[in-house]
């Protein structure tokens, strides 16, 4: 029970992190507002539609078990490599 309970709210930390990644997309700098929106839904779109094959085929070679965990290690390797990204500088703002 303890598990599923950790599962849900890791389900749920990940979910908040799709309204960040619309927001962050849309304020690149140098892309006029909207493309970067356009990007990040092929992307998942992309990713929605080639990640259940792999998964599959990943099974299929190995176990259900090696392909799901192959699934955490993609999300835990992005979420390193995010963190190598270069941050925007933050903006000082004005009080009114």
């Given amino acids: 029970?303890?598990?599923t309970v950790a599962g849900f709210?890791?389900?749920g930390l990940v979910a908040?992190?799709?309204p960040a990644v619309y927001r962050a997309a849309d304020e690149?700098?140098?892309l006029p507002h909207g493309l970067g929106l356009?990007?990040?839904n092929w992307l998942r779109r992309i990713g929605f539609l080639?990640?259940?094959p792999l998964i599959g085929a990943l099974a299929d070679a190995t176990s259900l078990r090696v392909a799901l965990l192959a699934v955490v290690l993609a999300g835990v390797?992005?979420?390193v490599l995010g963190r190598s990204l270069?941050?925007?500088p933050s903006t000082a703002r004005s009080g009114g």
């Fill in 1 to 3: 029970m303890l598990t």
């Fill in 50 to 52: 080639v990640s259940p």
């Fill in 28 to 30: 690149l700098p140098g």
């Fill in 38 to 40: 356009a990007v990040i």
């Fill in 77 to 79: 390797g992005a979420l």
């Fill in 86 to 88: 270069p941050g925007r």
């Fill in 9 to 11: 709210a890791l389900a």
């Fill in 16 to 18: 908040t992190l799709i």
